[in-house]
């Protein structure tokens, strides 16, 4: 059995179909939806590249001290027999201490275009899904192939005509530059501003949603590929404006940037979709891949959990709470039916309802916040101490809200 972990940065979980988004064209990722299981519920540990190697590749939280000579997952599954190759586009996560451990490295060109390019085979994305399909063709099995595109986040040279589909007839043409914006939206700004940045961005999705097509259709030809399970999430999502930012701010744990989506397909086509509203996080993958190929974990129950019981319908949750941050900046409480921003004044927003944290709680519960504060201070003790599984129970009240 293998696998193919394909993590996209910058794909904002409001710009896929499969997440309620009726406006931007994703098949092949709502396809993807149809055939697997679909996870609803995923924060990001963290808010930058090293949060997700140590999360996903050690199991770590980056709020916990790194542990010196722990085997990452590359090398647990090397050392069970299983080729592992990590494809990236992004130098800094190349060059991370957690990647060493992959048996092969490719490192793609970074992202060059100043311009749009003229066809959908001239892009970045394009050349990184075919060379990431070029080197699955090569591809025995068992094996491990993790692939990591930062492309949404530093160029858009999707074709014009892509952004340009998303524009009305008496909507202005949107922007023709391949720069990835980033800055403040002022008080006054003009909306079509926003709604140019907005298409751009969305033509760019489509261009992913392309090369995910490619490989799903690799998945179906290729008698490896159909002995190949596929997981798909982001690291982190783009805010397009919604708390008047957009682009890369990484400083905040707003829901547009750590609430990312993420499904899994099985080997073979499913009978139906599945779906779970479970808290997961990256640091689950690394649980799940060792159970998948039958990988004694060195660590159970420190941080990450296998989220195989939940694609097999064999459970509904893997936690009730989970802490995100790291270490100097923002960190924040997420419970089944909370989401406490530990800022100054705090923000406490009641989930999922309030998907995109429009309306702030905190002065009319502020019992609930300071329950919440509890909550979070002895999930940060028990962190640093390895004994997450020793957590006290939550109350009715903090895990379905209010009557």
């Known amino acids: 059995m293998n696998v193919i972990c394909v993590v996209i940065d910058r794909l904002h979980v409001g710009m896929v179909g499969a997440y309620g988004n009726a406006w931007v064209r994703t098949p092949a990722m709502d396809q993807l939806a149809c055939e697997g299981f679909t996870f609803d519920q995923v924060l990001a540990t963290g808010a930058s590249t090293a949060a997700l190697c140590r999360s996903a590749w050690r199991g770590e939280h980056p709020l916990s001290e790194e542990q010196a000579g722990e085997a990452s997952l ?87 005509d892509l952004r340009a589909r998303y524009a009305e007839a008496d909507d202005p043409p949107p922007p023709e530059s391949a720069t990835v914006p980033r800055f403040e939206l002022a008080d006054d700004a003009d909306p079509d501003l926003l709604l140019g940045i907005t298409q751009s961005y969305a033509g760019q999705v489509t261009l992913l949603d ?30 397009l404006g919604e708390h008047g930012r957009v682009g890369a701010w990484d400083e905040t744990l707003s829901s547009e940037t750590v609430h990312v989506p993420m499904m899994v397909r099985l080997p073979g086509v499913s009978s139906g979709a599945g779906r779970g509203q479970a808290l997961v996080t990256p640091a689950d993958l690394c649980p799940t891949l060792l159970e998948w190929w039958s990988v004694a974990d060195p660590s159970p129950g420190v941080l990450g959990r296998s989220l195989l019981p939940l694609v097999r319908g064999e459970a509904d949750a893997v936690r009730d709470r989970f802490l995100l941050g790291e270490v100097g900046g923002e960190t924040a409480l997420r419970t089944p039916a909370w989401y406490l921003r530990r800022t100054d004044p705090p923000r406490l927003f009641f989930k999922p309802d309030d998907r995109w944290e429009v309306s702030d709680v905190a002065d ?23 004994q997450l599984d020793e957590l006290s129970p939550l109350d009715e009240t903090l895990l379905v809200g209010p009557d």
Do not use: K, N
């Open 210 to 239: 392309m090369g995910v097509g490619a490989l799903t259709q690799w998945l179906e030809e290729s008698p490896v590929g159909r002995e190949t399970l596929l997981v798909l999430l982001s690291a982190r999502g783009f805010p």
């Open 74 to 160: 590359a090398e647990l599954l090397g050392a069970a027999g299983v080729a592992t190759t990590l494809l990236t586009d992004d130098p800094d996560l190349a060059a991370a201490p957690a990647s060493h451990g992959f048996g092969q490295r490719i490192v793609l060109p970074l992202p060059g275009a100043e311009a749009t390019a003229e066809d959908v085979d001239q892009t970045h994305l394009a050349g990184c899904f075919a060379r990431v399909i070029e080197h699955l063709d090569t591809c025995t099995g068992p094996f491990l192939t993790w692939v990591h595109l930062s492309s949404l986040g530093r160029v858009w040279d999707a074709p014009y």
């Open 364 to 386: 009319r519960c502020q019992e609930v916040v300071a329950r919440l504060e509890d909550v979070a201070q002895e999930y940060q003790q028990q962190l640093q101490a390895g």
